[in-house]
């Protein structure tokens, strides 16, 4: 049998390491909250940005439309189509 000063000192050890494991386990529970968090939050702004995007592709689209491009030329630039098409090609 084990002397009983010896026996005491077992038994703090291991009430020791039980109470750093829970420790361990409260930090480690926290530090994943936070992460899921996090995630959650740039989640959310991913979506935004997302949606955003889809925006200014139909925007985009909508500037960049062939009859619009065409009536801004003639009314603002005065251009007129071209009734005769020459292509020059360079000496290379």
């Not at 500037?63 to 630039?77: C, N, P, Q, S």
Request: with cysteine; net charge positive.
């Amino acid at each position: 049998m084990m002397p009983e000063a010896k026996q005491n000192s077992l038994i703090v050890l291991a009430w020791l390491v039980v109470i750093v494991c829970a420790t361990l386990q409260v930090a480690a529970t926290h530090w994943h909250r936070q992460l899921v968090s996090d995630w959650q939050v740039s989640e959310h702004k991913r979506l935004g940005l997302e949606q955003d995007y889809g925006r200014l592709l139909l925007e985009q689209s909508a500037l960049t439309a062939h009859g619009r491009v065409e009536r801004i030329a003639k009314d603002k630039l005065n251009m007129i189509e071209a009734l005769d098409v020459q292509v020059i090609r360079s000496g290379r």
